[in-house]
């Protein structure tokens, strides 16, 4: 595939043209594939991606933390904040411990590698104190919305470099189950606090993992304003292509309504992070 396909309109060589279809058909599902996009390796690339579970031990190259937190920091920050840290763990006492504040996710374990990544309002606090400056709008939701993008963005950067080099791996939202005791585990400071993780290693080729497709862009792409038709026949598309998925990947054949409506049905769904509130509170943030 070359570095860059041909931005003009015009149609993209037969090669080119099959791989693309094949790429979208993945996410989408043949009966909902959009008819055409523009592809280069980078298009590409994260239109391949795929959470990994299973990984190899292969020992991680050297250089690859900082080449990931390089890549993480290059992304966008709102007015430059820099309002997230991440958290290296390596050993396997403390992945055991993350594991199991996760909900006893065995992957946690196995990766060689657990970033944690932080929404970091104390640095900006610390800078502040020793500035004699003011640093009131911490306190605000305001602000703790950016340290979460901010984190995200980041980590995002980070999965797009990782997966460039080969490696794989899987957000760990579950960390927010007991946020307190992730703190208390990582030894984070008050206005600190554990946004999501992240398992790297080799993909294990023995246990693969396929692309999970997504539902389709009628139900996501609004043009000018939005659209709350919401097309039935696009939600039954995409139950078959993600029950296809499924049975691939040897998972009972649920489809995504009877998976995803449980998971919002009521406080106890949440698996403790209906608490969040009052974990925001123990960990030192205003909610103003």
Same mark, same amino acid.
């Given at each position: 595939?070359?570095?860059?396909?041909?931005? %003009?309109?015009?149609?993209?060589?037969? &090669?080119?043209?099959?791989?693309?279809?094949? $790429? $979208?058909?993945?996410?989408?599902?043949?009966?909902?594939? #959009?008819?055409?996009?523009?592809?280069?390796?980078?298009?590409?690339?994260?239109? %391949?991606?795929?959470?990994?579970?299973?990984?190899?031990?292969? #020992?991680?190259?050297?250089?690859?933390?900082?080449? @990931?937190?390089?890549?993480?920091?290059? +992304?966008?920050?709102?007015?430059? /904040?820099?309002?997230?840290?991440?958290?290296?763990?390596?050993?396997?006492?403390?992945?055991?411990? !993350?594991?199991?504040?996760?909900?006893?996710?065995?992957?946690?374990?196995?990766?060689?590698?657990?970033?944690?990544?932080?929404?970091?309002? +104390?640095?900006?606090?610390?800078?502040?104190?020793?500035?004699?400056? #003011?640093?009131?709008? *911490?306190?605000?939701?305001?602000?703790?919305?950016?340290?979460?993008?901010? +984190?995200? @963005?980041?980590?995002?950067?980070?999965?797009?470099? !990782?997966?460039?080099?080969?490696?794989?791996?899987?957000? /760990?939202?579950? $960390?927010?189950?007991?946020?307190?005791?992730?703190?208390?585990? /990582?030894?984070?400071?008050?206005?600190?606090?554990?946004?999501?993780?992240? =398992?790297?290693?080799?993909? &294990?080729?023995?246990?693969? =993992?396929?692309?999970?497709?997504?539902?389709?862009?009628?139900?996501?792409?609004?043009?000018?304003?939005?659209?709350?038709?919401?097309?039935?026949?696009?939600?039954?598309?995409?139950?078959?292509?993600?029950?296809?998925?499924?049975?691939?990947?040897?998972? #009972?054949?649920?489809?995504?309504?009877?998976?995803? *409506?449980?998971?919002?049905?009521?406080?106890?769904?949440?698996?403790?992070?209906?608490?969040?509130?009052?974990? /925001?509170?123990? @960990?030192?943030?205003?909610?103003?």
């Amino acid at each position: 595939m070359p570095d860059t396909a041909d931005t %003009s309109g015009a149609t993209l060589a037969p &090669d080119e043209a099959a791989a693309a279809r094949a $790429l $979208l058909e993945a996410r989408y599902g043949a009966a909902e594939a #959009p008819a055409g996009i523009l592809l280069n390796d980078t298009i590409a690339g994260l239109l %391949s991606h795929r959470s990994v579970r299973a990984f190899t031990q292969e #020992p991680l190259p050297e250089g690859l933390l900082e080449t @990931l937190v390089a890549a993480a920091q290059s +992304a966008p920050s709102s007015s430059n /904040l820099q309002t997230f840290s991440v958290v290296a763990v390596e050993n396997r006492a403390t992945n055991a411990r !993350l594991a199991e504040i996760a909900g006893g996710q065995k992957h946690v374990v196995e990766a060689p590698l657990v970033l944690v990544w932080l929404a970091d309002l +104390a640095r900006l606090e610390e800078i502040g104190r020793r500035n004699a400056h #003011p640093t009131d709008a *911490l306190g605000f939701l305001e602000t703790l919305f950016v340290g979460f993008i901010d +984190a995200a @963005l980041a980590a995002q950067n980070a999965l797009v470099a !990782l997966e460039s080099l080969g490696l794989g791996g899987v957000y /760990l939202g579950a $960390l927010r189950n007991r946020p307190v005791e992730l703190a208390e585990l /990582l030894g984070l400071p008050p206005n600190v606090i554990g946004v999501f993780g992240f =398992a790297i290693g080799y993909p &294990d080729p023995a246990r693969p =993992a396929d692309v999970k497709p997504r539902i389709s862009q009628r139900l996501v792409l609004h043009r000018e304003r939005y659209d709350a038709s919401l097309p039935q026949d696009a939600l039954d598309h995409y139950e078959a292509a993600l029950k296809a998925f499924q049975k691939g990947q040897n998972i #009972p054949e649920i489809g995504w309504i009877a998976a995803a *409506l449980p998971r919002v049905r009521g406080a106890e769904s949440l698996a403790g992070r209906d608490r969040i509130r009052d974990a /925001l509170t123990a @960990l030192g943030f205003g909610l103003r």
